[in-house]
């Protein structure tokens, strides 16, 4: 018996863990799709995003409520998501089975989350007006002479460069305007940057080679894999494909790095060489107003060039002509939580639903690109073309030469061999540089008793305490848990504790026993906690003010270091045998990206890594520094053990305080998902048993997962949408915590 309302119904996305949409009645409001509203759900007001418009409803009318209020979001053309980026993350919200509600609002930056309007903060840049009359400005008015004198060496100064001139510069720049002298125009917000560099560098033929490529096929969805080994110039790759994509007027880039701190010279390279286009970045480490502002910047379109972390693949550009993403196999494109997403793929839909070419690079790539790059053809997908750098681009610059020192011959005295030892001695001695590596993620110091074995444990987690020895603390680096050291072993009273294992801290101490006068630096997350630390020390590096460098990953990313010439590695062993399937992809990347810091310029470099097992064929492949046949090798084993990227993977969590539930949970889920095996699927997709994790205990919460395995994207996809919503079905659900991780790249 529903009257006949002359009221538009709004379907509304909103920020809640349910799997639909919300319909309110218009009330005296007009709005289109993608509009932000307001609206009141379960006695609160929230943000919500309109996505569709409606005569009906499948809910009584009579029961709906009305929008409290729609935002005049101006600045952003009235919608936060134009209808790609709409389809983007419905897409995303289907593949990563998350709400589409969740995955639409999480895109935004926080400032559009809250309940204000979206405001841009507009900026200047200043010109000299033709006819100016300079003799009008006072001879004492020394801030506005200078000011006219560097807007006649450059034709515009924007308002970052005019703060660099004087922080009084707004006042003087107001009285220029009144007397007619200078004028104002609106540009979008750009960081003051260096004096630029126009020199282009010579390329080489495979560069040329790659550029041309790429630009031959401008218009079409097309995927490259640009290969190239480190110091083989992908960078100035980028950055002349960009400055032919970005001559078309209208034309924007996105440009995806792993950890923008950890890349700093990309950006600064970005900055200069292509300072005509409007650049901003969009990362976490801008403060929420920035992120704002660079936001509207590129969903405006005038920002010209985005770079971006892995959040960056969900920016709206209007006129996006290519995606470019740098270290494509890193790891931290992959979101660990929420919807877990992996910005490759992301990137990888976006570029194919806007008809635009997309460039991963890499000197080591995931072998999930590599396959699809190499046999592609066996997929329906759009073949990739490989595009290779195999030579490095500075002529002269020798490739590292890499050795294996044999811990079983060369026994190691606190974590160093002799031979690392005596390598170092005589570097120093050319006043070279050199650099230690320890892949902490492998290996730490944990505080052991020798009476007894007993290792400290974390009383939350199934892991051990790591000894942090400046602040003489233990800390769990999985829960955060951390305590004082104990004076004397917990379980049988030993009082001669010691940390055994090297990490960054305790190979520190040691290299300043052995070389007294050296000046030694550590690089890892607890020494460099904001950006300006690890600037500062690169600037040391490179102002050679610094002998010894020791350090974690962070060291290995993308920085050049040209008096740097050996390269120590100290442990790499626990990798070698772990039960994570995808340790060994890892740890070649690793230390091929830690070699590449070896040797940059003209000086030849040299890799020592320690290991107990040097017949590995991991380090016979990096010896010579022969990615190709490693990676083909690993595709092979991947193959034989139907492993990702020849199979597809789905894994269901859980965690609780009490075991049982979890299993529970597990058992229910599996058993649920083979009744919902069709006679079809059964020869598609396996369903495991429930397993507990290597990490069996986190955060005081007690784990368990189920892992699903399909020959393809699409029988998975077949399964999990008729499996997931009955899960969330199951009365054990509502009394444990469980995600769905595809594509999951931990275990
Ligand atoms: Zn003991
Ligand atoms: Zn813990």
Redesign the pocket.
């Given at each position: 018996m529903s009257r006949h309302i002359p009221q538009t119904i709004f379907n509304i996305a909103l920020d809640v863990p349910l799997n639909r949409t919300f319909d309110y009645l218009s009330g005296s409001f007009t709005a289109r799709v993608g509009n932000r509203v307001v609206v009141p759900f379960a006695g609160r007001h929230l943000v919500g995003v309109v996505v569709g418009l409606s005569e009906t409803s499948e809910y009584p009318i009579e029961k709906l409520k009305s929008v409290s209020h729609v935002f005049d979001d101006a600045a952003i053309g009235n919608v936060v998501f134009d209808s790609r980026m709409f389809k983007l993350l419905k897409f995303c919200a289907d593949y990563y089975h998350y709400p589409l509600g969740q995955a639409l609002i999480s895109a935004l930056p926080l400032r559009l989350r809250q309940i204000k309007p979206a405001v841009s903060r507009k900026q200047f840049s200043y010109q000299l007006l033709a006819n100016a009359d300079l003799t009008q400005i006072p001879a004492r008015k020394a801030l506005m002479q200078r000011i006219i004198a560097a807007l006649q060496a450059k034709s515009s100064l924007t308002e970052a460069e005019l703060a660099l001139i004087s922080s009084g510069w707004r006042k003087a720049i107001l009285e220029l305007k009144n007397l007619g002298l200078v004028s104002a125009q609106e540009v979008v917000a750009v960081k003051a940057s260096l004096p630029t560099s126009s020199i282009e560098p010579q390329l080489n033929d495979e560069q040329n080679q790659a550029i041309e490529s790429v630009l031959a096929l401008t218009h079409q969805f097309k995927p490259w894999l640009l290969y190239g080994i480190t110091g083989s110039g992908k960078t100035e790759v980028y950055i002349q494909i960009l400055q032919k994509i970005l001559s078309d007027k209208n034309a924007q880039v996105l440009v995806l790095v792993p950890e923008i701190n950890l890349t700093p010279q990309l950006e600064a390279r970005f900055r200069s060489r292509l300072s005509q286009y409007p650049l901003v970045t969009l990362h976490s480490n801008l403060n929420e107003s920035e992120r704002l502002q660079n936001w509207l910047a590129a969903s405006t379109g005038a920002a010209k060039i985005v770079i971006g972390t892995r959040l960056g693949v969900f920016t709206p550009m209007p006129h996006l002509k290519l995606i470019v993403m740098d270290e494509e196999h890193d790891s931290s494109y992959k979101q660990q939580d929420g919807m877990r997403y992996h910005a490759r793929d992301v990137a990888m839909v976006r570029a194919k639903q806007q008809n635009i070419p997309i460039v991963l690079g890499s000197a080591t790539p995931s072998l999930e690109t590599w396959f699809n790059a190499t046999s592609g053809h066996n997929t329906q997908k759009q073949q990739y073309g490989l595009l290779s750098l195999t030579q490095r681009a500075v002529e002269n610059a020798a490739l590292p030469n890499i050795f294996c020192i044999d811990t079983a011959k060369s026994p190691t005295e606190n974590g160093l061999s002799p031979l690392l030892v005596n390598a170092m001695r005589e570097c120093l001695s050319r006043r070279e540089q050199s650099l230690l590596f320890i892949n902490r993620r492998g290996y730490a110091p944990v505080l052991h008793c020798n009476a007894c074995q007993w290792v400290a444990p974390?009383?939350?987690?199934s892991?051990r305490?790591v000894v942090h020895l400046s602040q003489k603390r233990l800390k769990?680096?999985?829960?955060?848990?951390e305590q004082k050291i104990p004076i004397q072993c917990p379980s049988c009273g030993n009082a001669d504790l010691h940390p055994t294992g090297q990490a960054t801290q305790r190979l520190e101490q040691t290299l300043r026993s052995l070389f007294p006068a050296a000046r030694i630096a550590r690089v890892d997350r607890d020494s460099m906690r904001n950006k300006d630390a690890l600037n500062d020390l690169l600037s040391k590096v490179h102002d050679q003010e610094i002998d010894i460098l020791v350090g974690t990953q962070m060291l290995a990313k993308g920085h050049d270091f040209p008096h740097l010439t050996l390269v120590g590695v100290v442990d790499t062993d626990s990798a070698l045998y772990s039960p994570d399937f995808r340790a060994s992809e890892r740890l070649f990347a690793q230390l091929m990206q830690v070699s590449g810091r070896a040797g940059r310029a003209e000086k030849a470099g040299e890799v020592l890594i320690q290991t107990a097992f040097p017949q590995h064929a991991l380090f016979q492949a990096l010896r010579s520094q022969d990615y190709v046949s490693f990676a083909n090798e690993l595709l092979q084993e991947r193959s034989v053990m139907q492993f990702p990227p020849t199979s597809y993977f789905a894994l269901l969590r859980a965690e609780a305080n009490d075991f049982s539930q979890v299993q529970q949970f597990l058992s229910q889920a599996g058993n649920l998902a083979r009744t919902l095996l069709t006679n079809q699927l059964k020869h598609e997709v396996m369903i495991y048993d429930p397993v507990r994790p290597q990490m069996e205990r986190?955060?005081g919460l007690e784990r368990g997962q189920l892992l699903l395995q399909a020959n393809s994207r699409a029988a998975l996809q077949r399964l999990l949408k008729v499996w997931v919503p009955q899960l969330h079905e199951l009365p054990i659900a509502a009394k444990i915590r469980w995600s769905l991780d595809i594509d999951p790249l931990e275990f």
């Open positions: 974390c009383m939350r987690c892991a305490m769990c680096h999985h829960c955060g848990h986190l955060k």
